[in-house]
């Protein structure tokens, strides 16, 4: 399972052509699962620079099937640190049901997809939330904006990897 996009996988001094590697990696969506044998047939032998240059960043993680039981633990658990993340920052990872590991956000990052949870749909909404978690000055709440606003491409995928 891919856990960031294609974009962000480091390809450079792989044994492949770089631009081959990425045009492999963008045919994964972050956060559905796949098999390595699939990805190979359908993109040929740079699938597995691609699927090693995933691993080594840490991007690509295997999947493990879905548990009722470990989701729901997984769930009051996230919901638990984005509590705490309106008070402090000393709990930045998340549980991630699909590989059984953490999943890193900062505390904005967590601030939003609370404010997401708690009803507020729009970044705007998300960026208003956290700044007033945050204490931030009202001339910063632009920049908080614009972060809420790329936040909410990664929240589709923290939706599909069971954390969002």
Known sequence: MLIEPA???????????????????AAVEPGRAFTLGALCRAAGVEARAAAFASLDHGSLQPAQPGDGAAAASCRAFNRRVLA?????????????????????????????????????????????????????????????????????????MLHRLGIG
């Open 84 to 156: 705490m993340a309106r008070y402090h920052d000393r709990a930045p990872y998340l549980a991630n049901p699909a590989t059984a590991g953490g999943y890193r956000l900062d505390r904005p990052e967590r601030l939003f997809l609370l404010a997401a949870r708690c009803g507020l749909d729009t970044p705007s909404g998300w960026a208003g939330y956290a700044a007033r978690h945050l204490l931030t000055p009202s001339r910063e709440l632009p920049g908080l904006t614009d972060r809420a606003g790329r936040f909410a491409d990664r929240r589709a």
């Open 7 to 25: 974009a962000a996988v480091p390809v450079g001094g792989l044994p492949a052509d770089p631009s081959a590697v990425r045009a492999c990696l």
